[in-house]
């Protein structure tokens, strides 16, 4: 989940607190933006209440190009607001959905803007959310993000390394080609 309770702090200075665009104005912005940089297919999920933004990206290197799925989570900010006026009031933990949607909107909007004023690319600004498929042992599907996976077995990295590459060119084995 991608819940945030904000400290009195981060309240006072959260961007669009208060905003008056309805979450319905804000999505409609999210998928302009998505069209207006190319990306046509993208997808809204709900999933055990968390909004999942899901997009494919094309990465090209070494001139080989490469599918991803991109899943964004939007956040959900919460603050506790008093019932009444006495500082001894009860507080209820509000969920600011508006802005919780704006706030969103202005990170997704950064980084597709990054990437077409080639500040950054697609992979540098997406690869912790770039999603892939396995099976677990149950055999059941579960979607995987690269940057958890990295995070999950950082201490193997340096391994990875020293792992030749391994190929497979008329049969015969090639090693260490690149």
């Known amino acids: 989940m991608n819940d945030i309770i904000l ?43 968390q909004e999942i933004l899901s997009f494919p990206i094309i990465v090209k290197r070494r001139d080989v190009e490469q599918g991803f799925v991109v899943k964004l989570s939007v956040p959900k900010l919460f603050y506790p607001v008093k019932k009444g006026r006495s500082k001894y009031a009860e507080s209820t ?11 969103f909107w202005w990170h997704l909007k950064s ?8 500040i950054s690319t697609e992979l540098k600004e997406f690869m912790y959310d770039i999603t892939y498929s396995l099976t677990n042992e149950h055999g059941e599907k579960q979607d995987v993000s690269i940057g958890e996976t ?29």
């Open 7 to 49: 400290t009195d702090e981060q309240y006072k200075s959260l961007p669009y607190k208060g905003t008056s665009v309805p979450r319905a104005k804000t999505y409609g912005e999210i998928i302009g933006l998505l069209e207006s940089h190319d990306i046509h297919d993208y997808q809204y999920l709900k999933v055990k209440g």
């Open 111 to 118: 980084k597709l803007e990054a990437i077409e004023y080639g």
């Open 93 to 103: 933990l509000t969920y600011l959905e508006n802005e919780s949607w704006r706030i």
């Open 150 to 178: 990295m995070f999950d077995n950082i201490q193997r990295l340096p391994e990875l390394v020293y792992i030749k590459h391994e190929r497979m060119l008329e049969g015969k084995e090639v090693l260490g080609e690149e």
